[in-house]
C-alpha cells in the first residue's frame, strides 16, 4: 500500500510528462532567472535605499510576496491551459485506455503544478529571510506568511484544476482569455495583498466571521483545534481532488461516493470546529454550510441514475470491511445513495439545531439555524411537481435544471411579492390589511423556495419563530420520504425502459 | 478472444450501433468495414472501455467490459482515429511517458520501447520532437503507443486514413506481423480492398446493423449472389429470342438487353451452372460470339449493400 502510494507520486506518469515538458519549454527556464534577478534586483534596492530603520523590510517583503503571486499565479493559469489542451487533443481518452487511474491522472497534474511552485518559492525565500535582516518585520510573521502560501497554494492549485476539468474547453477561445486576464486582474493584486499581509493580519484584524475564521485556520497562535483545522484542510483538499478525480471520470467508474462524503465530513467537521471556537456567535457560518452543502449536493445528484454502476456495486462486493461496505452504502452513487446522503446531512442538522437550542440563543438565532433542516423538503418540491410528466422521469439533466430554476424564479418572485407586502404604502394602518398578507408572503417564501427562505429569515420576525423549528424538523423528514418515493418511481419508469 | 454479444448503443435518437454481434478466437486478424457513420468508432470505443453500451456485452479474453474495464485495458491496445501530441515533448518522452502510465517496471522499460521503435522504425526519429512529425510518422508513433503494453488485441481505427500508398503497404506488413506474433487485431476501415489482403474475417456493418461476418472467401462467395453475364451474339435479332429463352431457366434474373447484340444478366447459382447454360443455348442455335461472366469486385458488392439498405431506408421514410 505505501510502495503503491509512493509509486504514484513518484513515477506518475503525468507528472513525468508535465515536468519534461516543463524542462524542455524555455519560457519558463526565462522566468525563472527572471524571477531571481528580481529578487535580487529589489534586495540590492532596498539595501541602498537611504530610509528610516525598519521600514525597508516591510516594503521589501510585501514586494517579493508579491512577485510570489504573481509566479504562482502564471503557475496555475500554465497549469490551467495545459489542462484545457488535454481535452482539445483528447489525450485524456489515452490515459484511460492506458488504465491509468483518476487518482493519479489528478495526483499527477497536481503534483507538478506543486513542483513548478515550490520552485520558484524557494527561489525566492531566501531573499524574504533576508528582508528580515533589512529590519521592521517580525520573525514569526515571515514564516507564518511562508506557511499560509505554501498551504494555501495546493488550494487554488485543485480549484484551478477542477474548474479546468469541468469546462473542458475545446479550445481556449477569447472569451475565456479576457476572463482569465480579468481574472488576473482582480486576482494578483488580491494573493499580493493577502500574501504581503500575511495571513497573521487577516486572522486578527479583518474579514469579518468568514474570512476571519478561514484564516484563521492557517494561524498557530490558537492551538485547541489544531487537530480539527488540519482535519479541516485536509478533508477539503481531498474533496477538491475527488471532485477533480469525478469530473473526467468515465459513467461507469464515478467517484462520486467520495465526493459525497468528503462533502459530509467537512460539512461535519465545520460544524464541529465552529462549536469548538466560539459556538453561538459563529453558529450562523455551520449553517449556512450546511443548508448550502446540502441543497447543492442534493439539487445536482439527486437527479441521477439510479443505482451505482455495475463496476461500484462489485467493488463493493469484493470488500470484506465492514466500514468500507458501510461507506459504500451510504454514499453510494446515484440517487438513492444521495438520499441516504442526504439523510444524515439532515441527522447532522438536528444535531446542530439542538445544539444551539441548548445554547439558549435569541428566537431570531433559533429560527435561523432550523434552516438546514428543511433542505429536502425544497428538493423535493420541484420534482414532485413533474412527476405526472413521463418525460421528466427519465430525463435527469431536465429534472436538475428545473430544481434550479424553479429555486431561482419561484425564490425571486416571492421575494418580490414579500417586499411589496412590507413596503411602508402597504402597510399604511387605513389601506384594509391588517398583517394577513405580510404573513402569507413570509410564509411562502420561508416554504417555497431556498432563496426567498434565506433572506426571509434573515430579515423578518414573522412572530411564530419558536414554532418554526418543529416545522422545518416536519417538512425535512416528509421531504425525505417525498424523495424516497421520487426515486422509487423514477426506478419503475426505468425499469420499464 | 473478443466476444460481443446485441450490442446496442444509442445516442439520442440515433443507434449508432444496433444489436451487434460477433467473436474472434487469438490470432485472428479483423476488417472491419462500413461506410461513413455506420457506427464503426463508437463499436471500437465500446470494445476499449471508453463508452458504456446501452445494451449488450462484450467480453475480452473471458471478462466483461462492464465489470474489469481496467483489466481489459491493460490487455488490449487501442489506436484511435486522432491522435494525441504534446507540445515539448519526443518520441522518447512520449513512449516512456505511456510505458510510465501502464505501470511497466522501471527496469523493464528501456528494452520495451526500443523493441517497439524498432519494430515500428521509430529509431532514427527518437529524439523527434512529436509535434513535427508527418501524418504518417505520427501514426506509426501511435501504434507504437498502442503496442507498449505487448497487448493481446489490437483495436485499430482506420489506422491507414491519410497515409500514402507506400505507407499503407508498409502498414498492411506491420499488422500482418502483428498476427504472426499471435495478437488479435480488429481494424477498420472504410475502404474494403484496403483490407481483403491482410484480414482473414471480414465484419462489415451499415447503420449500426451487422450485414456481414465471415472468412474473406465465404463473404465474397455469399456477397456475390451470383454472376453477373455478359453475353454477346452476332446477329442482334436474336437478341429477343435469348431473352425469352433465359426467362424461362431458373435462377436468372434481371435479364437487360443492350445495344449491339449484347445482353447482361445475373445467374443465381453455382459457377458449375454456367458451362451447361451456354451448352443448352448454343444448342437452341443462338450465335454466341462471347459468353462472359463478371465477378464483382467486393467495392462493388460493397457499394451495392450499403445503397440498398440507404436506399431501402429512404423509401420507408417517403
Ligand atoms: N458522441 C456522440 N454523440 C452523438 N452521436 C454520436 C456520437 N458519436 C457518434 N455518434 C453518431 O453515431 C453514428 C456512428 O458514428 P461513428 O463515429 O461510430 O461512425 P464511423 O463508422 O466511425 O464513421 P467514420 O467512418 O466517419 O469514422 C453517427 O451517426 C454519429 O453521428
Ligand atoms: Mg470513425
Known amino acids: ?497 | 478472444m473478443l466476444k460481443v454479444d446485441n450490442l446496442t448503443k444509442i445516442f439520442g435518437k440515433t443507434r449508432a450501433v444496433d444489436d451487434l454481434s460477433f467473436e474472434l478466437e487469438e490470432g485472428d486478424v479483423c476488417g472491419f468495414i462500413g461506410p461513413n457513420g455506420a457506427g464503426k468508432t463508437t463499436t471500437m470505443r465500446i470494445i476499449a472501455t471508453l463508452e458504456e453500451p446501452t445494451d449488450g456485452q462484450v467480453r475480452v479474453g473471458g471478462e466483461s467490459i462492464h465489470e474489469e474495464p481496467y483489466r481489459i485495458r491493460r490487455r488490449i491496445g487501442f489506436m484511435p482515429d486522432h491522435y494525441g501530441t504534446y507540445p515539448d515533448m519526443t518520441c522518447r518522452d512520449y513512449l516512456e511517458f505511456y510505458a510510465r502510465a501502464y505501470e511497466i517496471e522501471p527496469k523493464a522499460r528501456a528494452r520495451r520501447i526500443d523493441g517497439i521503435m524498432d519494430f515500428t522504425g521509430l529509431g532514427d526519429i527518437a529524439d523527434k520532437k512529436v509535434e513535427e512529425l508527418s501524418k504518417g510518422m505520427r501514426q506509426r508513433l501511435n501504434l507504437s503507443r498502442a503496442l507498449i503494453n505487448d497487448p493481446k488485441l489490437m483495436v485499430m481505427d482506420e489506422p491507414a486514413a491519410g497515409l500514402d500508398p507506400r505507407a499503407r503497404v508498409e502498414l498492411r506488413y506491420l499488422i500482418r506481423n502483428l498476427a504472426e506474433q499471435g495478437k488479435t487485431v480488429f481494424v477498420s476501415s472504410h475502404i474494403l480492398t484496403e483490407l481483403s489482403e491482410i484480414c482473414d474475417h471480414m465484419l462489415i456493418i451499415d447503420q449500426g446493423r451487422k450485414i456481414s461476418f465471415g472468412s474473406v472467401e465465404e463473404i465474397q462467395r455469399g456477397l456475390r449472389e451470383g454472376f453477373e453475364i455478359r453475353v454477346r451474339l452476332v446477329d442482334p435479332s436474336q437478341v429477343e429470342g435469348l431473352v425469352r429463352f433465359l426467362v424461362q431457366r431458373p435462377g436468372i434474373q434481371d435479364v437487360r438487353p443492350g445495344e449491339n447484340g449484347v445482353l447482361l444478366f445475373s445467374l443465381r447459382d453455382e459457377a458449375e451452372r454456367i458451362p451447361a447454360l451456354l451448352r443448352e443455348a448454343v444448342n437452341e442455335g443462338f450465335s454466341v460470339m462471347e459468353f462472359r461472366p463478371e465477378t464483382p469486385t467486393m467495392e462493388d458488392v460493397f457499394m451495392r449493400i450499403t445503397g440498398q439498405t440507404n436506399g431501402g431506408n429512404n423509401g420507408n421514410g417517403a
Open chain 1, 1 to 497: 500500500m505505501r510502495w503503491r502510494l509512493a509509486n504514484g507520486v513518484f513515477d506518475n506518469a503525468m507528472l513525468y510528462k508535465d515536468i519534461t515538458q516543463w524542462l524542455r519549454n524555455r519560457t519558463f527556464l526565462a522566468l525563472f532567472i527572471g524571477l531571481l534577478a528580481l529578487g535580487e534586483a529589489v534586495s540590492a534596492i532596498c539595501m541602498s535605499l537611504p530610509g528610516e530603520e525598519g521600514r525597508l523590510g516591510p516594503v521589501a517583503f510585501g514586494f517579493l510576496s508579491a512577485t510570489m503571486g504573481l509566479y504562482g499565479f502564471v503557475v496555475i493559469a500554465m497549469g490551467f491551459m495545459g489542462t484545457s489542451r488535454e481535452f482539445s487533443n483528447r489525450t485524456f481518452e489515452l490515459y484511460e485506455i492506458a488504465g491509468m487511474s483518476l487518482e493519479r491522472m489528478v495526483l499527477g497534474k497536481v503534483v507538478s503544478i506543486l513542483v513548478q511552485f515550490l520552485f520558484g518559492f524557494f527561489c525566492i525565500v531566501p531573499f524574504m529571510f533576508f528582508a528580515f535582516l533589512l529590519g521592521g518585520l517580525d520573525f514569526g510573521l515571515i514564516g507564518q506568511s511562508a506557511l499560509g502560501m505554501v498551504l494555501i497554494f495546493p488550494l487554488i492549485a485543485l480549484l484551478s484544476l477542477c474548474i479546468a476539468l469541468n469546462v473542458r474547453l475545446k479550445r481556449v477561445s477569447v472569451p475565456a482569455r479576457v476572463l482569465l486576464i480579468l481574472a488576473a486582474l482582480w486576482f494578483i493584486p488580491g494573493v499580493a495583498i493577502r500574501m504581503a499581509m500575511g495571513s497573521y493580519y487577516l486572522a486578527h484584524h479583518g474579514g469579518g466571521a468568514w474570512g476571519g475564521s478561514a484564516f484563521s485556520l492557517f494561524s498557530l497562535g490558537n492551538t485547541d483545534d489544531l487537530v480539527l483545522r488540519i482535519a479541516l484542510y485536509v478533508q477539503f483538499c481531498l474533496w477538491l481532488f475527488y471532485l477533480c478525480c469525478n469530473s473526467i471520470a468515465p459513467p461507469q467508474d464515478s467517484r462520486e461516493h467520495q465526493v459525497k462524503f468528503l462533502t459530509f465530513s467537512v460539512s461535519a467537521t465545520w460544524v464541529a470546529l465552529v462549536g469548538c471556537s466560539n459556538w453561538p456567535a459563529m453558529a450562523p457560518a455551520a449553517i449556512v454550510f450546511l443548508f448550502v452543502a446540502s441543497c447543492i449536493l442534493g439539487a445536482i445528484l439527486f437527479p441521477h441514475r439510479l443505482d451505482p454502476p455495475l463496476m461500484v456495486v462489485n467493488r463493493r462486493k469484493r470488500t470484506r470491511w465492514l466500514t468500507v461496505r458501510l461507506f459504500h452504502y451510504a454514499f453510494a452513487p446515484g440517487s438513492m445513495g444521495t438520499l441516504r446522503t442526504l439523510f444524515l446531512f439532515y441527522l447532522l442538522s438536528v444535531v446542530t439545531y439542538l445544539a444551539v437550542t441548548e445554547s439558549g440563543p435569541s428566537p431570531q438565532e433559533l429560527a435561523s439555524s432550523s434552516r438546514p433542516l428543511q433542505a429536502p423538503f425544497f428538493l423535493f418540491l420541484s420534482p414532485v411537481l413533474l412527476m405526472p410528466f413521463g418525460f421528466a422521469r427519465k430525463r435527469y439533466k431536465t429534472l436538475r435544471a428545473v430544481t434550479i430554476c424553479y429555486w431561482a424564479l419561484v425564490g425571486v418572485g416571492l421575494l418580490i411579492l414579500y417586499s411589496i407586502a412590507e413596503s411602508p404604502g402597504f402597510r399604511r394602518p387605513g389601506s384594509g390589511y391588517d398583517g394577513h398578507v405580510r404573513a402569507w408572503a413570509a410564509l411562502g417564501s420561508l416554504m417555497l423556495s431556498p432563496v426567498s427562505s434565506w433572506v426571509v429569515g434573515t430579515v423578518y420576525r414573522p412572530g411564530f419563530e419558536s414554532s418554526l423549528g418543529s416545522y422545518r424538523l416536519v417538512s425535512g423528514a416528509i421531504g425525505l420520504i417525498g424523495l424516497l418515493w421520487i426515486a422509487r418511481r423514477c426506478r419503475r419508469a426505468e425499469r420499464q425502459g
